[in-house]
């Protein structure tokens, strides 16, 4: 069974810019959570998608926006990048909304 | 707001030195407490999910357990593959976990 897989695994951009991070959930799994994670913190809820639909946000501007297709994959883009952008982005799937999450390895963003 | 704490934020133990790890939480809402190990690097490993004051939930030389207001994760005479940063998360509302800062553990041989 293939888990959570996330691309690039690194990616750097400079201010401005506009930056797609891409998630393949795991087999079974219709739900995908976005992640934020700063050096040195845990994780901060961006938003979820359930069945091709926004199923919660957390407070992230909108230029954070996202994608899920009808295989279950997702995207994350990020407009206008700011350098306080510079983190490790986390997907992470699920079988149903309320179920555990699991995460993939993450795609570490730096922003010049 | 939900508000989940974890202390202490760094930990260093010798081999076979047996410690816990605190994880405090908002009560209001909470659907479930989960915690997840972090290697550096990379994305969070699931551990193990609580659901009531009382459950216990043990893996290897982790043993995970909750209380009303707490949780904490023991670490039974680690090794030193036990290093790592251990996140516990409150489940809320009907999709989010809202973690806390971590605590880093580091086992010395």
């Known amino acids: 069974e293939t888990g959570v897989t996330q691309s690039p695994t690194h990616l750097i951009k400079t201010r401005g810019q506009q930056v797609t991070l891409r998630c393949s959930s795991q087999?079974?799994?219709?739900?995908v959570s976005w992640y934020q994670q700063a050096l040195g913190q845990g994780p901060q809820f961006i938003f979820q998608y359930y069945r091709e639909e926004e199923n919660g946000r957390g407070n992230f501007p909108p230029r954070f926006s996202g994608l899920q297709f009808p295989n279950y994959s997702s995207e994350l883009n990020v407009n206008a990048l700011e350098l306080d952008d510079s983190a490790l982005y986390l997907c992470?799937?699920?079988?149903?909304?309320?179920?555990?999450?699991?995460f993939g390895p993450g795609t570490r963003l730096t922003v010049l | 707001e939900d508000q989940v704490t974890q202390s202490p934020e760094a930990l260093r133990l010798q081999e076979g030195e047996s410690s816990s790890l605190n994880c405090s939480y908002t009560v209001s809402g909470l659907r479930g407490l989960f915690w997840y190990r972090q290697d550096p690097g990379k994305g969070p490993e699931f551990l193990f999910t609580?659901?009531?004051a009382g459950e216990e939930k043990e893996k290897e030389r982790l043993k995970a357990t909750l209380t009303k207001k707490e949780s904490f994760l023991h670490i039974t005479a680690p090794k030193p593959e036990d290093s790592a940063t251990y996140l516990c998360?409150?489940?809320?509302?009907?999709?989010?976990?809202?973690f806390g800062k971590g605590n880093q553990v580091v086992v010395i041989p």
């Open positions: 998360a409150g489940g809320y509302g009907n999709n989010r976990l809202a």
């Open positions: 992470a799937s699920s079988l149903g909304v309320t179920d555990t999450q699991y």
């Open positions: 087999s079974g799994h219709n739900t």
């Open positions: 609580l659901y009531s």
